[in-house]
């Protein structure tokens, strides 16, 4: 089945401790793409990468990092986990002749 | 301003009722244009995407008017579930990076 996997689908952490939340697509697709949502705003891109190895930010991108080493990964890096960073992340991908992105389940990540 | 503005509802419909959503948004360049939908606390699916002329899809139409920078979506026959969120997104760029609005609740009852 194609999809996009992330994980975990649930995660408390306090601050300052580094996480990582990995995704993954069995798609072959080029483009990748990192989102926040938060009441009122929407999604927010966070990063995004058009191939292996070529990333850029986003809209919000102060206090993550990604790498994309391979193609159908695309983690997503916390290194000094926030208060402000408590919301719910959805990584997605999108084919070159694709019309739109198909989402992971999301994350939805509380730091205290 | 908001790049993608949308009325946040809830719009409150019975079953069978025709319900319109709206959405403007600011960029110009704006090159490709969907609707998503987006059940509580699930993930953003393609609803459909929206062209120039007009498309539909069963029960959904939508709309397109570049010169006004304006995008719609009608739903015919309401059905309990298209009970969600839709979302008005636009594309720009050679990486087609998505610009979200806030997104409108539809609640249809009984």
């Known amino acids: 089945e194609a999809q996009v996997t992330q994980n975990p689908r649930y995660l408390i952490t306090v601050t300052g401790k580094k996480l990582t939340v990995t995704c993954s697509q069995n798609?072959?697709?080029?483009?990748m793409s990192w989102y926040r949502q938060d009441p009122g705003l929407g999604l927010r891109q966070i990063y995004y990468s058009m191939n292996v190895e070529v990333t850029d930010k986003g809209d919000v991108p102060e206090g993550y990092k990604v790498s994309r080493k391979e193609k159908r990964n695309f983690p997503l890096i916390l290194e000094s986990p926030s208060p402000n960073q408590t919301s719910l992340y959805f990584c997605?991908?999108?084919?070159?002749?694709?019309?739109?992105?198909?989402f992971g389940s999301g994350t939805r990540l509380t730091v205290v | 301003r908001k790049e993608v503005e949308q009325d946040p509802g809830p719009f409150n419909v019975p079953e069978g009722a025709t319900v319109a959503f709206n959405c403007t948004y600011s960029?110009?360049?704006?090159?490709?244009f969907f609707w998503y939908r987006q059940d509580c606390r699930k993930e953003p699916k393609l609803l459909m995407s929206?062209?120039?002329s007009g498309n539909e899809d069963g029960r959904f139409t939508a709309q397109l008017n570049r010169a006004s920078q304006y995008i719609s979506l009608l739903i015919r026959d309401s059905k309990l579930s298209d009970s969600a969120t839709y979302l008005c997104?636009?594309?720009?760029?050679?990486?087609?990076?998505?610009?979200f609005g806030a997104g409108t609740r539809l609640a249809v009852h009984p």
């Open positions: 997104v636009v594309s720009s760029g050679g990486y087609n990076k998505l610009i």
């Open positions: 929206v062209y120039s």
């Open positions: 960029n110009s360049a704006s090159q490709s």
């Open positions: 997605a991908s999108k084919g070159r002749t694709n019309y739109g992105y198909t």
């Open positions: 798609m072959n697709h080029e483009y």
